[in-house]
């Protein structure tokens, strides 16, 4: 299983469509399987530079929404659903 960070588009509090920048992970294929909260953090600064890198690739390419998470989670990965 791969990570990156990307934009995505999630409902919002008052069903209102709301963009986060989330970590998305990808199946085997690279197709997108979930996502969780994105959080900047670090054991050092260019720890937390790095981070701060690939957020920016992140919000460069196009923003994902719920129905392209369509991937599917292989065996080995049964720990983290």
Not at 15 to 23: H, K, Q, S, W
């Given at each position: 299983?791969t990570?990156n960070?990307?934009?995505v588009?999630i409902?919002?509090?008052?069903d209102e469509?709301?963009?986060?920048?989330?970590?998305?992970?990808?199946?085997?294929?690279?197709?997108?399987?979930?996502?969780?909260?994105?959080?900047v953090g670090?054991?050092?600064l260019?720890?937390?530079?790095?981070y701060l890198?690939r957020?920016?690739?992140?919000i460069?390419k196009?923003?994902?929404?719920?129905?392209?998470?369509v991937?599917?989670?292989?065996?080995?990965?049964d720990d983290?659903n």
């Amino acid at each position: 299983m791969t990570w990156n960070l990307r934009l995505v588009m999630i409902t919002g509090s008052h069903d209102e469509p709301y963009m986060e920048l989330r970590e998305v992970f990808y199946d085997d294929e690279g197709v997108p399987v979930g996502h969780s909260r994105a959080s900047v953090g670090g054991e050092t600064l260019d720890e937390v530079q790095q981070y701060l890198d690939r957020a920016h690739g992140g919000i460069m390419k196009p923003v994902l929404r719920q129905e392209d998470f369509v991937g599917k989670l292989s065996p080995l990965d049964d720990d983290w659903n």
